[in-house]
């Protein structure tokens, strides 16, 4: 297959935007933040799956809109949006909610919004969001490049000599957790329902549930766990994969100066934030990634942008 396990273009995003957390709350394995390099799928065959599992703060929200980097080139394409139920956790998940197509444009400077606000899409509080590539090539579906991934959160539904099926992308080798989020609907049926804001009222997600940072005084207090990604953090926690430690920067907007806190209570810029995007320069090389799980060597096409000064 040159399927899923194939051409990878690399480059670095310049501008991201999140939407407003005070009604929302953004969901994301990725540790993706604006200016970092980021990488294109381009190997995947058309009907093959990019897909992401998220645990929302309760069940019973209302998927608002889904965000992801869809770049390594310019350029409008159709593709599939699907949602399933993922509460058994296997590698292929449950019932599917919803799907419908979208057209994309490719850009490697900005998220892509597919709002489905008007869908009703009522998810579990564990779910799965696919993308499905309808034409090879790029632009396609990106993942972060910070050499770490969430094991349990970041799928593919492909061919790699096995018929069409779905892996762990981790089982392939691939490293990068895909760029792509789900914004849930603030409340309904959840711990936060009625507030207005995802935690107002109550101090962040952790507070008084007896959650590891419920009450503590800063960002690492009552941590304490080794960790190598984000998927061995608790709910509302990163990994810090240079001290390796469970950590977050925010519980709520309100400690980003301006900014948005994150599911991973990490504190994004808001769309704008740095006066805009840059043009830029690049270089291309080429490169190999060496054995890569049951599909072996990959291909890497790699885009370096920087900022003008």
Known sequence: MKGILAAVAVVASLCTGIVDAHAQVTLQNDGFESGQALGAQGGFDPGEIGASRFVAPGPGRTLQSVLL?????????????????????????????????????????????????????????????????QTAGLPSLARDVDNSIAQDRNYLFGNVGLGLQWYRSSDLGLLGDWILRAVVSGSAGSPDAGTGSPDAATGGPDAATGGPD???????????????????????????TQLHTCTFECRTADD?????????????????????????????????LGALGLAGAVGLLVTRRRRRA
């Open 69 to 133: 980097f869809f770049g390594g080139a310019s350029g409008t394409r159709t593709v599939t949006l699907h949602v399933w139920d993922d509460t058994a956790g296997t590698n292929a998940p449950g019932a599917e909610l919803f799907s419908a197509d979208f057209d994309l444009t490719g850009s490697d400077e900005n998220l892509s919004s597919i709002d489905v606000s008007a869908m009703n899409i009522i998810v579990p509080q564990q779910f799965r969001v696919g993308i499905e590539l």
């Open 214 to 240: 419920g009450g503590t005084g800063g960002p690492d207090a009552g941590t304490g766990g080794t960790c190598n990604g984000n998927a061995e953090c608790p709910l509302g926690q990163f990994c810090d």
């Open 256 to 288: 980003c100066g301006g900014g948005t806190c994150n599911s991973l209570g990490q504190c994004v810029a808001a769309e704008g934030d740095g006066g805009g995007c840059c043009s830029t320069g690049s270089a291309t090389t080429g490169g190999m």
